[in-house]
Nanobody
Framework: QVQLVESGGGLVQAGGSLRLSCAAS????????MGWFRQAPGKEREFVAV????????SYADSVKGRFTISRDNSKKMVYLQMDSLKPDDTAVYYC????????????????WGQGTQVTVSS
C-alpha cells in the first residue's frame, strides 16, 4: 500500500509563490510517474503537471506552463511543485497522485492519491 501526503498549501497574494511537497511512503513507487491535479470549487478535477520516474519527462497544463515547475527526488520519495506568479484562478485543492506511466497519469488513470492541500490566491 502507498500513502501520499501533501503539504505546503496556504494563502498567498496574487503574484506570490508557494512550494507544494508530496511525501510517499509504504510500497515502492519505482517506475511510477507522479504529479499533481487540482480541483477548484464547483469545477472538475484537472491535470496540472506530471514527471516521469527517470525525471527525463515533464508535462504541464497550458494554464500553468511557464509558472509552475515540477520536480522529484526518488531517494527521498518526494515530489514537489514550485508555483510562481500565482493567480486567483489557481485557487484549488491540489492533489498528489501516482500512475504507472505519464500517459496514464495525464488520462487520469492514477493508482494512488493523496488527501489534498488547499491553495488560496487572493487578488
Amino acid at each position: 500500500q502507498v500513502q501520499l501526503v501533501e503539504s505546503g498549501g496556504g494563502l498567498v497574494q496574487a503574484g506570490g509563490s508557494l512550494r507544494l511537497s508530496c511525501a510517499a511512503s509504504g510500497s515502492t513507487l519505482r517506475g511510477y510517474a507522479m504529479g499533481w491535479f487540482r480541483q477548484a470549487p464547483g469545477k472538475e478535477r484537472e491535470f496540472v503537471a506530471v514527471i516521469s520516474y527517470s525525471v527525463g519527462f515533464t508535462s504541464y497544463a497550458d494554464s500553468v506552463k511557464g509558472r509552475f515547475t515540477i520536480s522529484r527526488d526518488n531517494s527521498k520519495k518526494m515530489v514537489y511543485l514550485q508555483m510562481d506568479s500565482l493567480k486567483p484562478d489557481d485557487t484549488a485543492v491540489y492533489y498528489c497522485a501516482a500512475a504507472q506511466s505519464t500517459s496514464q497519469f495525464m488520462s487520469g488513470m492514477t493508482d494512488y492519491w493523496g488527501q489534498g492541500t488547499q491553495v488560496t490566491v487572493s487578488s
